[in-house]
C-alpha cells in the first residue's frame, strides 16, 4: 500500500520522465500555483535527480489575479502581464522543456466586471500568441498536470466535508494518472503504446470525415489530406518524445477549417478563464460556427466564438471512449486536462501543426489552405456521450463505424 | 488595539505608499517568497487600490533553492537562472518600481558543498550587476521588506515554543516598521524627516573622515570630496521619492575606496546567501583588506572577500545609533534588512553613486578615480556597539564627537 507521500513522489517522477522525457543536462522551467508548492518541490527534486542543469519555477496565484479585477479599473486591461509569456517563450525559443501544474478556481471571474473579463481574455490571448505558435509546432516538449487547490477541490466535490476535499480530488488524480501504482512508470509506456496502436489504426484509414451521431449530435467532421491521428506522446521539433497531458487517453487530429457541417452540443460543462459555460449547441456550417446557445455562459461563448477568425471554426477532433477512467469514475473535474480526457471532445480555434504530414514547416496561408485553423485561441469541449456513434467516411465515400454507443469498435 | 489582519495590511500599505511611493497608472514587481504569500496578496491589493496599472508577482522559494544544491552536481553550478534578473532588469530599466519581500533560511545552505556555494555566489553576482547599477544610480523606485517564514523564525526565536515563533516575528517586525500604530504612515513621515534632518547635518560638517574607536575597533573611515549623506528615503531618477528599507534607522554615505585603514570588528552575525559569519575582524590599509580572521565562516568571508577587487574595499558607511529600536528590542534577526538597522554599519563592495555628487553621472573609471568603489557585491556588515565612540575629521584636520558610546552627540 501505497503512502500518500509515495504517490506523489511517482507523481512528480511521472510527469518529469513520462511528460516531459527529460534529458540529462536539460534546463526545466516549472509552471506552478503557490498553493501546490508540495508537488512542484518534488517536480524539481526528481527533475534534478533525473540530470537537469538547471530548474525554474514561475509562481503563479489566484487571489492576485483576481485582486487585478477586484480593485483596477476597466481602463488598465488592455495590457496584460509580459512576465509570463516571456519567460515562457524564452525556454521555447531554446528547446527548453515546459512542465506546468495547473489548477485554478472554476468560477474565480464569475461576478466580475464582463468587460475587464473580456479585455483581459482578448489581451491575454495576444501576448500568447507567439507561445502557442511554438507549441502548435512542439518546439519543445511541454506537459500539462494538475494538483488539489482548496477552491478547485470545492467545486469538484461541494457534498463532501470540506477538510475531505482535497484529498478525493488527490485520490482522483493519483488514480488518473497511475501514480497509485507501484510500477507507474511501465504501467504508462504499456499505456501510450495502446493509444499509439488506436492512432495508427485510424491513420490506416485515412478518413476523408468523421461523422459524429447521438440524439443531441449530428456534426461531420472533414478531414483534410494529410491529417494525421497521433496520441499525446509525440516527438518534439528535435526528435525527443514527450507527454504532453497527464492523463491522456485521447488520439486526436486536426479537422478540415471549411468542412465542418452540422449540430453539435456540449456534453460537459466547459471552464475557460474563469468562466464556466455549459449546455452549449453550436451549428456549423463551410466550418464556421454559424448559431449557438447555452445554457450557461451564452456570452462568454458569444465573446470567446468572437475573438478572431479562426475562433468559430475548429482546431481539433479527438476520439475518447465513455469507458475511459476518467469518465468512469463518475467525477467532473472543472478542469479540461481531465474532462477533455473523460469523453470525445472538439477544439474551438487553432489545430496542431504536427497533425497534418509536413505542417510544421508550412507558413500560415499554405496551412490554412491547406485546412488547418489558425486562431489566437484553442479551447476544447466535450461532446461524448454513451448514446454517441461516430462513423468514419472512407476516401471512396462509404462509411464504416468507429464507434458505437460511446466505444471504439474499430 | 489593532487585530493581526490591521497590522498586516497597515504594513502592505506602508510598504506600497512610504517604500515604493507609488504613482496612479504605474507598473509594479512583487518579489515574494511562496511562504510570504499572505502579505504579497495584500501589497497587491494596496497597489491596486493606490492605482497601480499591472502588479506582477515573482515568488520565489527557498526549498526549490535547496534542492539543487542537494541533487545537482558542482559542475553546474557556473550558471545561475536568468530569470530573476532579467525580469527585474526589464522593470528597472523601465523606471517601475520594485518591492522585495525578503526572507529566507539563514542557514539554508549549511552544510552544502563549498565548491557549489562558492561557484553559486560568483554566477549570481555577475548575473545581478547590470540589476545591482540600476539600483546603484537609483534609476528607479524599490523597496525590501521582511515576513515570517518557519525557518527564519525558528532561527530567531530558538527557544520559544515552536508555534508562537512566527508570531513573535510578526510582533518584532510590526513593532519596528510601525505597523503596529493606528497612524503608521504618518509615524513613518515624521521619522523621516528626524533621519532627513541628521543627513543634513552631517553633510553641513564635510567631514573628510570618520573615526570608529571601541574596545574591538580602531578604523578611519576617509570620506571622498563631494561625498554625500541620505536617509533611506531618496529620489529615484526621475525624482520620485522613495524608502528603500522598511524599517529604516541609518544614514549612509560612501567612504573613499582608498583611505580605510585600521581594524574592525563584527558586533553581530552575518548571514549572505545563506551562510553565517560571526565574530570576524578585518584590517585596512589604504581602503584594502589586508588581513582577516573569522570565529564562525571564515571560509565563507574569503571566498567573499575574493569576489573581485572591489570586494575588499569598503562601498557604504552607515550611522545608527545603539538605542535604534531594533536594538533596544534585543532580537537578533539574522536577517541584514533588520540588523543593519540596529547599530553602525559597512559594507564591502559597491558604493552608491547617489551618495557622491553628481555620482549618478561619471563613468566608472571617473567614480573610482573620485573615491567611489565597484565590485559585484555590496554585502553590509554590523560594527557599532554600546562602547563605540564615533569622531568626525573636519576638513581643517580638527576632530569633533559624531557618536560617544553609541549614541550621536551632534
Redesign the interface.
Known sequence: MLTFEDKLRNYAEIAVKIGIGLKQGQRLLVLSP?DT?PL??LV??EA??AG????????T?D??QL??F???TAD?FD?????PM??QL?YAQAGDPILAIRATDPSLLKGQDPEKVSKYNLAFSKSRKPYLEMVQVNAFSWTLISAPIASWANSVFPDAPEEERQDKLWDAIFAATRSDLPNGLDAWKEHIKALDHRARTLNSKNYTALHFKSAATDLTVGLPEGHYWESAQNPNRAGDPFCANIPTEEVFTLPHRDKVDGVVKSTKPLTYMGQLMDGFEITFKDGKVVDFKAEQGEDALRKLLATDEGASRLGEVALVPTSSPINRSGIFFYNTLYDENAVCHIALGSAYRHNMHGGVDLTTEEFKARGGNESLIHVDFMVGSDDMDVDGILPDGSREPVMRQGEFVI
Chains 1, 2 share one sequence.
Open positions: 503557490v508548492a512542484a518541490r524539481v527534486e534534478y535527480k537537469a542543469r538547471l530548474v525554474d519555477v514561475m509562481w496565484d487571489a492576485v485582486s487585478r477586484q480593485h483596477s488598465n495590457e496584460v502581464s509580459s512576465l516571456s519567460v524564452e
